[in-house]
């Protein structure tokens, strides 16, 4: 397989204030077709901000954010989106949750006369998901995990360009969450579908991620110091990672530790801030456009 | 080892089994019953004319001869003559109040643009006390039955819409947002994925307003009908004819009564899904 190109998902410039406060400050990247991709940082660094801007929940309020070359607007069958709760509509069987997409496409006279063949396809998706035998329940008689699992074949049934996952697997018991990452592994394996996964568990996002990104509001600038610099997170850490085992087991590696250790340093220390001319952008994809404020 | 018993009636963990369960709800019933008849027993000990506090055979002969024999005047069985002419009012009124109420209440709950719009008049006007609205009903519309199925309407559409626009607005955001990227488009979204998951709550509202539905229907047909079992009760208020109305109210109460169960059966039986949900 050849590596990715890069441009597939991509951010220039990106700037997202609330009220007086800055939340993401100047963001630049570049995702690959194809890339499973996680975004770790502190918490309230803006993660899910970031997500939100790709996923059109809100606008940016400068720079752009382009999929394919086109620019993204509001939510939209381009992107699919798997969030922590409220996953699956209450109301719809498993199979209607998953179908619910390709009804969504067509009209209701269509619906009507295609929906034997649709529900088939949705069943195939629910196959995937090894939740087959479930299809007639409805979402409250699942447990966490397989709630998690409807929704990500509700999303994947429409073929979305990229998968957004907003700490998917965040409100799973520790069991469950392992055999979900272990699940989306496989799942990526075999679909290669281009995945941008936030979360706040960095163990997760190392074993999980082809490439990991860390978010964060530590680091130093030309800007100086004090309340008075309004300083939002960047990316300040971008990391190309072999995707190899899958077995959980590589968890307990000390290279994988090491690694984990490596990223709180850098990313959740509040005093181990790094100079923006001193991030550690390895991934080869990575770029970024520095204002000369910041550079000095 | 000691076990822990749990008391059966008393404090806050008691565990009243069954049968205690349904003695205990007895007990006002006949305690009720008890009071009436003793004091209804000494007024006719006093005074065997007495019509205030009719005896049970009194009331019972009074609602056979409603239910069972013909009016003299008209011919008709006039319990249930009465019955079919007000539940006639009250369901329309209900029905129609339900089916305004929830499509306002989806729009305004999920369009900002409805809400800003349409809110503060909703809010407004659900201050307006109904019955003061009854003689504009009666001098517009007047006084056959569309002005008391317009009251009821009156009276509960606004409940009902700002209970579901609330319902709507409560949503979380997760779902509307998923919808979208499954190429829901805006129309798509509030009839086909909103407002289904609206049945329940609407139920749950109805439940609620009956109550002050009857409430308007029985002061409509006290001013002007002639029919209906608010215009009997209030009729029969002429007469102190204690013997007809308290089987009336009974009547009326149990009518109610029997709606609210059968919505709750509906409830339980279509959307077993909103009672998991909502824990």
Known sequence: ?296 | MRSIRKPRLFGLHAKPGRRLAWLLAAIPFLLLMLVYGTASHFRHQDNPADKLLPTAPQMLAAAERMAFAPDARSGKRLLWADTAASLQRLLIGLALAALVGLLLGLNIGLFPGMSAGGLPFVTFLSMVPPLAVLPILFITLGVDELSKIALIFIGVVPVITRDIAAQVAQMPREQITKALTLGATPLRLAYGIVLPQLWPRLIASLRLSLGAAWLFLIAAEAIAADAGLGYRVFLMRRYLAMDVILPYVLWITLLGFAMDLALRALLRWRFPWYAATRA
Request: charged share 25%.
């Open chain 1, 1 to 296: 397989m050849s590596a990715p190109q890069a441009g597939f998902l991509h951010i220039e410039d990106l700037y997202k204030s609330y009220g007086p406060k800055r939340v993401l400050d100047n963001v630049d990247l570049s995702v690959g077709e194809g890339e499973l991709c996680t975004l770790v940082g502190p918490s309230g660094c803006g993660k899910s901000t970031l997500l939100r801007q790709i996923l059109g929940e809100e606008f940016p309020d400068a720079g752009r954010v382009t999929i394919a070359g086109e620019d993204v607007g509001d939510p939209d069958p381009r992107r699919g989106i798997v969030f922590q709760r409220y996953s699956s509509y209450p109301h719809l069987s498993v199979l209607d949750n998953v179908v619910l997409g390709r009804r969504l496409q067509c009209s209701p006279l269509a619906w009507l006369t295609q929906r034997r063949q649709l529900r088939a396809e949705a069943m195939e998706y629910l196959q995937r998901v090894r939740l087959a035998e479930h299809a007639d329940k409805y979402p409250h008689q699942l447990s966490g995990g397989m709630q998690q699992r409807v929704a990500i074949a509700q999303a994947l049934i429409l073929r979305p360009r990229v998968l957004l996952m907003d700490e998917p697997f965040g409100a799973l018991d520790p069991d469950t969450r392992e055999q979900m990452q272990l699940f989306l592994l496989e799942l990526w394996e075999r679909e290669r579908m281009t995945v941008f996964f936030v979360t706040h568990d960095l163990e997760e996002a190392v074993y999980l991620g082809t490439r990991i990104l860390v978010l964060s509001q530590y680091y130093r600038d030309q800007r100086g110091e004090g309340a008075a610099v309004n300083r939002g997170a960047k990316i300040i850490a971008d990391y190309q990672l072999p995707r190899a085992a899958s077995a959980t087991d590589v968890k307990r590696d000390p290279a994988f530790a090491e690694l984990v250790e490596r990223i709180r340093r850098e990313g959740f220390d509040p005093s181990a801030r790094r100079h923006v001319a001193e991030f550690n952008l390895q991934h080869p994809h990575s770029f970024r456009s520095l204002t000369a404020e910041e550079t000095g």
